[in-house]
């Protein structure tokens, strides 16, 4: 059930015809079993992974005309975002410390 609002009109239900509503229905309760969440977790790996090259690397612009400069391209923009990852992963240390808070320095000084 949808429930449409306008300025102008007044309130309107928009409801789905039954065969779409029962392919619908399944389709919410088969997102709760197992194996469909581990196929999904797979997806938003991969789906995160062209966020950041989107991101960080520019993978929606291409510098060249052509599809085999821009593949090049798009596999050199892979490898970049794997050794970026790789540097993340073996860095132990995190790249920024915040400063601490005066109340954090309070608590410590007491301790």
Known sequence: MLV????????????L?????EIQTQNRLDQQTEHWQHRYAIRAGIEATLS???RA?????SRYHGLAR??????????ACNVARITDW???TPRTRRRATHF?????ATS
């Open 4 to 15: 449409l609002r306008d300025a102008t009109r007044p309130r309107s239900i928009a409801v």
């Open 17 to 21: 015809p039954r065969p779409l509503h």
């Open 52 to 54: 950041q090259n989107v």
């Open 57 to 61: 690397h520019g993978l929606r612009w």
């Open 70 to 79: 821009t593949h090049v391209q798009h596999v050199l923009t892979a490898m």
């Open 90 to 92: 073996i860095d132990a």
């Open 104 to 108: 954090r320095t309070l608590c410590s």
